[in-house]
């Protein structure tokens, strides 16, 4: 991608800073736009995307651009989470991965979609998990835009209180797929509650939990719900999309955020995401790993070992020695 506008702010020095480490890129995203229809980028314009204007990603984003944006770093491995691709036809997208995957070798794990409230759920989720390379599903439960309008979704068959939705979130458990959790950071709380039920399923909680208000009081809300999740031994959290839709990347603000999630979860439930091509939009794939791993820099080598590999290596089964 293009340099992102605005650029970010408040970088440290990098130089001297040791890159030689494996990673294990735990979320991104390729899009090809012939291949595979993704409305969001083609037709239906997002009305409340997460990084505000999105036009640069409205083109094809192939295993090349990804390696030109990677290119520097020791990415091993990479999982492919869903990427918005019409949930009308759900199995389309994993195909194509399956084909991408065949000729490129990248990526090596799919997180795949499925509706959980729907009457052919089950259906849909039988038929991702045949794929081997699936190991779990991103079903988006409907969510408020703000912290005001929290409980307006209550009644929405596909929000978190919905009793279908619920049962459809625990047949992961029979087709042992895990969950990639999104949800803003004003859900947080109430869906650590939902998570109680099923405390054998693998969980993930994406992008740091979404901390979108950066006040004491956004910051407080975020705590709270983070720390509901950290007491639940079977979640973990990617450390992702950090950037705002109204402001630049701003590494003191976010080192905050990621040393307090890193504090809640411990470094063994705790792995690196890009989230490429998206975080494009606010910081280059370089800099975000030279970012975070500068936060950590003071840490052991096995923490920052499992930060960057080997907690994704173990969460989505990337080596078959690992039970």
């Known amino acids: 991608m293009n340099h992102p506008t605005p650029p970010p702010v408040n970088l440290p020095d990098f130089s001297g800073l040791d890159l030689e480490f494996d990673i294990i890129d735990s979320h991104h995203h390729l899009f090809d736009l012939e291949a595979v229809y993704y409305p969001w980028l083609t037709d239906r314009p997002e009305a409340h995307f997460l990084l505000g ?12 651009d990804y390696r030109a944006d990677s290119a520097g770093l020791r990415v091993v491995k990479t999982v492919h989470v869903e990427a918005e691709a019409s949930h009308a036809t759900p199995i389309r997208e994993t195909e194509w991965l399956t084909k991408v995957m ?23 989720l039988e038929r991702q998990a045949s794929f081997e390379a699936v190991r779990g599903i991103r079903s988006k439960p409907t969510t408020s835009h703000s912290l005001a309008t929290q409980d307006k979704v209550r009644d929405d068959p596909a929000s978190i209180h919905s009793l279908q939705w619920r049962k459809g979130l625990g047949l992961l458990r029979k087709y042992g797929l895990s969950w990639d959790l999104r ?24 992008h740091t939990g979404l901390p979108w208000e950066r006040t004491e009081t956004g910051l407080a809300e975020w705590r709270k719900g983070m720390e509901a999740l950290a007491e639940q031994p079977n979640i973990c959290v990617k450390i992702s999309e950090l950037g705002l839709a109204s402001k630049p990347w701003d590494y003191l603000e976010n080192r905050r955020v990621v040393l307090e999630a890193l504090e809640l979860f411990g470094f ?29 820099r003071d840490c052991s080598d096995a923490e920052q070992r499992a930060l960057f590999h080997d907690t994704a290596n173990r969460f989505y089964r990337l080596d078959p020695s690992i039970p």
């Open 183 to 206: 949800v803003p950071f004003w859900h947080l709380n109430e869906v650590a509650e939902l998570c109680w039920l099923y405390p054998d399923l693998p969980i993930v909680v994406e």
């Open 268 to 296: 063994e439930r705790a792995m690196f995401a890009s989230n490429f091509p998206v975080a494009g939009l606010r910081i280059g794939y370089f800099d975000q790993v030279c970012a975070i791993a500068h936060m950590v």
């Open 53 to 64: 204007d999105y036009d640069p990603l409205k083109q094809n984003y192939s295993c090349v």
């Open 102 to 124: 065949s000729t490129e070798n990248l990526p090596h794990a799919v997180v795949a979609h499925a509706w959980l409230h729907r009457d052919d759920s089950e259906a849909v």
